[in-house]
Nanobody
Framework: QVQLVESGGGLVQAGGSLRLSCSCT???????????FGWYRQAPGKQREMVAS???????TYADSLKGRFTISRDNAKNTVFLQMNSLQPEDTAVYYC????????WGKGTLVTVSS
């Protein structure tokens, strides 16, 4: 059973940076390397939205409003996906989730990012 564990969230001041990690435990090499990964976020009272995604072929997609501030990357050797977030703003406050799509959809439990003004 694929398990995703996010980490790296926390409290940061506006203008600061955070790097989120999503580790795929109990994850075979084939499942990880052929998977499409996505980072999503859900702010209080709002629907979950896609932040960034990266497929196994190297195609990367970002939400239009986040281009230039967020960067998704993956380390196949470590079964880990990252989300580098720069110039954070209070409106980026949300729970950030990692999603793996390969023979099904798997979600982590999320990590909270709080940006203070």
């Amino acid at each position: 059973q694929v398990q995703l564990v996010e980490s790296g969230g926390g409290l940061v001041q506006a203008g600061g940076s955070l790097r989120l990690s999503c580790s795929c435990t109990v994850c075979t090499v084939s499942i990880f390397r052929l998977a499409t990964f996505g980072w999503y976020r859900q702010a209080p009272g709002k629907q979950r939205e896609m932040v960034a995604s990266a497929d196994s072929g190297g195609t990367i997609t970002y939400a239009d409003s986040l281009k230039g501030r967020f960067t998704i990357s993956r380390d196949n050797a470590k079964n880990t996906v990252f989300l580098q977030m720069n110039s954070l703003q209070p409106e980026d406050t949300a729970v950030y989730y990692c999603r793996l799509s390969n023979r099904g959809d798997y979600w982590g439990k999320g990590t909270l990012v709080t940006v203070s003004s």
